[in-house]
């Protein structure tokens, strides 16, 4: 990939804790291309938090590189146009919400503070609790408050480290809703979280870290199920012309088949309509199916 294709690129990386026997991260490579969304997944103790460290900055690998793009040296780069969400709560617990912001914002250095304060307490929908100290807010808007924090850099890319544990259901929302706008305006993602709907919801490519290693999720995603409901129940002849086109169909019941492995899904629906079929009621085409995907990558035997 040529080096303007790639906003962040790791080249063969190997971390080990120095209390560990084993490598935490076991060269690994990974290019990330502007504007991309990347979602990392794993079990605990993965490595996940790891590897965003060696990103940020944070820790060094042993062996291995860390490139970034724009020609800037990593230090420019991650201090200008990286932010992080982290895990842990990232503010003083005794400042208000405005406080915290226009403490973090007077540390980019910026002319003007006060309107990029205002306008990120409005982006995070943080405006209403702004004279609220950090500590008497909600677990949801804690996780806001982490959000807006690293929003104030206007980051060209954002690495989100599981941003929603533990919130409700519309703070959650809210935060998928930011991302995907973030998404839209060009800002490179790297997410992670435990919640594999999350993941799959807004991420182009998806790795799963497992003994130090990435493997690319997205590429299994090919063949995946097809089923399709009919407004009534399928005929004998119906059935027998399905099966007869399409061998690997089953019939999940008097009104829905199943192709189990799809990989074209508009080719095969031109397919049906020759047969003389009840009208489609639905189609149902999951890509992906991470949770079980999820399932059979990290359960040992
Ligand atoms: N400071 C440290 N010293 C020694 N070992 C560590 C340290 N931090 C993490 N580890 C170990 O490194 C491995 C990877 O941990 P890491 O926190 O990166 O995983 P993770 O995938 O982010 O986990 P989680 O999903 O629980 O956040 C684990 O075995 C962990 O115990």
Redesign the pocket.
Known sequence: MPDHDFIIKLQQLSFR?K??DVD?LNNLSLAIKPGECVGLI?????????LISIITGLLSAQTGSVCYGDNATPRQFIKQQLALVP?EYAFYERLTVQQNLAYFASLLKTNNCDELVTNTLAQCQLSHVSSKKADNLSGGYKRRLNLAIALLKQPSVLILD?PTVGIDPVSRELIMQLLATLKQQGTTIIYTS?LLTEVEQICDTIYG?KRGELIHITAHSENAPLQISFESALCDDAIAGITALLPNTQLNSPSQIEISSCKEPLALLAQLSQLSLPPISEINYSTLHLENYYKELFTEL
Do not use: C, D, R
């Open positions: 804790y209390s560990n935490t794993g079990p605990n103790g993965a490595g996940k938090s790891t895990q599981e435990h870290l």
